[in-house]
């Protein structure tokens, strides 16, 4: 087993870290919402259609790239 070296956990870069966290939820939580707006006028707020559309959508961007699903494996 390949030894990894591991950096010391400092203030800055925890600062950093917890930065960039929550910078991607916040970007999640927008994206969400935004996602909920428009189900609300296209669908009527029916969430059925809008989870199966997502999901399609979202095995193309992850099967595109690379036409294979290895991404899901890792899971």
Same mark, same amino acid.
């Given at each position: 087993? &390949? &030894?990894?070296?591991?950096? &010391?956990?400092?203030?800055?870069?925890?600062?950093?870290?917890?930065?960039?966290? @929550?910078?991607?939820? *916040?970007?999640?939580?927008? @994206?969400?919402?935004?996602?909920?707006?428009?189900?609300?006028? @296209?669908?009527?707020?029916?969430?059925?259609?809008?989870?199966?559309?997502?999901?399609?959508?979202? *095995?193309?961007? *992850?099967?595109?790239?690379?036409?294979? *699903? &290895?991404? @899901?494996?890792?899971?």
């Amino acid at each position: 087993m &390949k &030894k990894t070296k591991t950096k &010391k956990m400092t203030l800055p870069r925890f600062i950093r870290t917890l930065s960039v966290a @929550i910078g991607l939820v *916040l970007v999640w939580r927008g @994206i969400w919402y935004v996602l909920d707006a428009i189900d609300e006028a @296209i669908f009527g707020g029916y969430h059925a259609w809008t989870a199966i559309i997502g999901i399609v959508i979202g *095995l193309l961007v *992850l099967y595109i790239p690379d036409s294979d *699903l &290895k991404e @899901i494996e890792k899971l």
